[in-house]
């Protein structure tokens, strides 16, 4: 029976990659990449050489169906994305969805995500979580941070650096400029750094010192 593999990559360090993950890079018989420049690098680092076919949030539309066909084939066909788990804010739902649909069997690798090491990292509660991925930068933003006011549970979120302190300010007005927070950027990279306090302080900090990186966001949920 054919296979989809989802392949979590590194986020920073290479030493990220398991040694299933980079066994399954080796197996299958296409890799389907967010970026080909960036998987390539990680390919050429491990010595492997497979044809890459390039899958992303602009064109999974169009190639999905082709990829299915390719997959009842009998191609073993691998997704990666440019770090992390694919489908974790990156592209990976649409085709497993479309491969559930024709009775394709999909085997998950575990691996690294950003949010994870960010949520434990934090020293917020990390038993009961919501994690919201990248907010809507326009339209229905303030509509999610506002349905987040009541939420008890660690509120996990990414976010771009120049847009980090507007969104520390937005959540500080809805929630509280006391809530306890957590912004941790450079997840398992050379520079990483893990800035806690309340979004008030936070907001002063990076008003003082921007961002750089990519970021994670846990805010404590409301007490009860």
């Known amino acids: 029976m054919s296979k989809l593999y989802i392949i979590p990559t590194p986020i920073g360090n290479l030493e990220d990659l398991t040694f299933r993950a980079l066994r399954m890079l080796k197996e299958v018989d296409l890799?389907?990449?967010?970026d080909t420049r960036q998987t390539k690098k990680l390919l050429q680092h491990y010595e492997i050489n497979k044809p890459i076919v390039s899958h992303h949030m602009h064109n999974?539309?169009?190639?999905?169906?082709?990829?299915?066909q390719?997959?009842?084939?009998?191609?073993k066909v691998g997704l990666v994305s440019d770090a992390g788990t694919p489908g974790i804010s990156d592209p990976g739902f649409f085709l497993a969805r479309a491969c559930l649909e024709k009775?394709?069997?999909?085997?998950?690798?575990?691996?690294a995500t950003a949010f994870v090491p960010a949520l434990v990292s934090s020293g917020l509660p990390c038993d009961r979580f919501v994690?919201?991925?990248?907010?809507?930068?326009?339209k229905g933003r303030q509509t999610r941070i506002l349905a987040l006011k009541e939420e008890s549970r660690t509120i996990v979120l990414y976010e771009s650096p120049h847009r980090l302190v507007k969104a520390l300010e937005q959540f500080a007005q809805v929630l509280g400029a006391d809530?306890?927070?957590?912004?941790?950027?450079?997840?398992?990279?050379?520079?990483?750094?893990?800035?806690?306090?309340t979004l008030a302080e936070l907001i002063m900090h990076f008003t003082k010192t921007p961002a750089k990186g990519e970021m994670v966001i846990c805010?404590?949920?409301?007490?009860?």
Do not use: D, W, Y
Request: proline content about 3%; hydrophobic content about 35%.
């Open 31 to 34: 890799i389907l990449a967010e």
């Open 60 to 68: 999974e539309h169009q190639t999905t169906e082709k990829i299915v």
């Open 70 to 75: 390719q997959i009842l084939g009998g191609t």
């Open 103 to 111: 009775n394709i069997e999909i085997e998950t690798l575990p691996g």
């Open 131 to 138: 994690f919201e991925g990248f907010l809507p930068q326009k």
């Open 179 to 197: 809530r306890k927070a957590c912004v941790s950027r450079e997840i398992s990279k050379m520079f990483e750094e893990h800035k806690r306090g």
């Open 219 to 224: 805010i404590a949920g409301i007490s009860v």
